[in-house]
Nanobody
Framework: QVQLVESGGGLVQAGGSLRLSCAAS????????MGWFRQAPGKEREFVAA????????IYADSVKGRFTIFRDNAKNTVYLQMNSLRPEDTAVYYC????????????????WGQGTQVTVSS
């Protein structure tokens, strides 16, 4: 089992920044690639970003490319999502997830999920 706890969400104005954190406990963190997903009200969950076990490879949704950065600190068992130039359409609950596969963009291929953290971007 892997337990994931997100933090860092909040209310921010358009154009602002937030950094989300996801702390992992349980099994060996470096055994898992990590991803961030989000779900806005009335919409399906969507992929945001993912990072490989070592942190050497990343992948992003087109909607966040160039604005968001995913990175991890394996010594701290934590993955981060730095979000810059936020837009109202980024408003959602953000979830981190762990997968035993290599980089994945599909939620069903992730084994463990956090509870989520709310991000609200005002216009």
């Amino acid at each position: 089992q892997v337990q994931l706890v997100e933090s860092g969400g909040g209310l921010v104005q358009a154009g602002g920044s937030l950094r989300l954190s996801c702390a992992a406990s349980g099994r060996t963190f470096i055994d898992y690639a990590m991803g961030w997903f989000r779900q806005a009200p009335g919409k399906e969950r969507e992929f945001v970003a993912a990072i490989s076990r070592s942190g050497g490879r990343t992948i992003y949704a087109d909607s966040v490319k160039g604005r968001f950065t995913i990175f991890r600190d394996n010594a701290k068992n934590t993955v981060y999502l730095q979000m810059n130039s936020l837009r109202p359409e980024d408003t959602a609950v953000y979830y981190c997830a762990a997968t035993s596969y290599v980089l994945r963009t599909t939620g069903s291929e992730y084994d463990y999920w956090g509870q989520g953290t709310q991000v609200t971007v005002s216009s």
